[in-house]
């Protein structure tokens, strides 16, 4: 058991929810039109495992190079559009005159020129970044999620985009987390060409305890999003877990089938816990 806590749980028993997974990935290659799928379910439940095993393997196979954005409790600085936009524009640890000079050089290969505009805007992103200069202005927040759009408008163009809004229940800032699945609609609603398809994961108890939320969540499948409900795992499935994670006396599987009930995370919690304590 010490090993435990060092692997990485499989992903069992969610063949149904990645083959409709794959489902919405094949309309959108065809269509060339943006959808957003909602996995809603419980905490613990499997909803990031089973989002990023399609990024993973959109991205290893080349067929998309996903952006992905998570939020957290308590909120921190990576989380969001913002963490998004600061990964894409600095994503590694770099002088202000670096950064310009790097961020000139990409803005000036996409527009032909670089004349003052380019290098003004290369600035701003540094700035928004956080390489200021002291006595400059603070950059607007949503600058940054200009950048989020127009990245995504970049990798749509070679192909397309998979976008990951992971706990997107959790998101606070104005037009962060749900805004983002609601202007893709928007974006599908118009006609306008984007093969992007957003994957966010929402925790089922966010819905039931907020209404406003609740509403909104609805509001996006009413406009096209699909929601995909993650069930806790039945015992079959539950033992499947326990099988491909370690070999376990048959007792010991069955009472971690029976507490766990049906949840990968505390399942995993459970063992580790048993672990820690020898």
């Not at 000079?101 to 000036?108: D, K, M, S």
């Amino acid at each position: 058991l010490a090993l435990f806590a060092l692997r990485e749980l499989p992903l069992v028993a969610r063949d149904e929810v990645r083959e409709e997974l794959w489902t919405l990935v094949r309309e959108v290659a065809t269509t060339r039109r943006a959808w957003v799928v909602l996995i809603i379910g419980e905490a613990g439940s499997g909803k990031t495992a089973v989002a990023e095993s399609i990024l993973r393997e959109l991205e290893e196979g080349g067929w998309a190079d996903p952006i992905r954005m998570g939020w957290h409790e308590p909120v921190g600085p990576e989380d969001g559009y913002a963490g998004a936009a600061r990964a894409l524009i600095r994503p590694w640890n770099e002088t202000r005159s670096s950064l310009e000079t790097r961020l000139r050089r990409r803005l000036a290969r996409a527009r032909g020129t670089n004349d003052q505009v380019v290098q003004d805007e290369a600035a701003m992103l540094a700035r928004w970044s956080g390489l200021s200069h002291p006595g400059e202005e603070p950059v607007a927040a949503g600058y940054g999620l200009r950048e989020v759009h127009r990245e995504l408008d970049a990798r749509s163009w070679r192909s397309l985009c998979a976008l990951s809004l992971d706990n997107v229940h959790l998101a606070v800032e104005e037009g962060d987390g749900l805004a983002i699945a609601e202007g893709a609609l928007q974006l599908s609603a118009e006609g306008i060409d984007r093969p992007v398809l957003v994957i966010a994961t929402i925790r089922s108890e966010a819905i039931v305890q907020d209404r406003v939320f609740a509403e909104r969540v609805e509001a996006l499948v009413n406009d096209g999003a699909v929601r995909v409900e993650l069930p806790r795992l039945d015992r079959n499935g539950t033992s499947l877990l326990l099988a491909e994670s370690l070999t376990l006396a048959p007792a010991l599987a069955e009472q971690v089938a029976t507490r766990c009930e049906g949840n990968p995370l505390f399942a995993r919690q459970l063992l580790v816990d048993w672990s820690s304590r020898g």
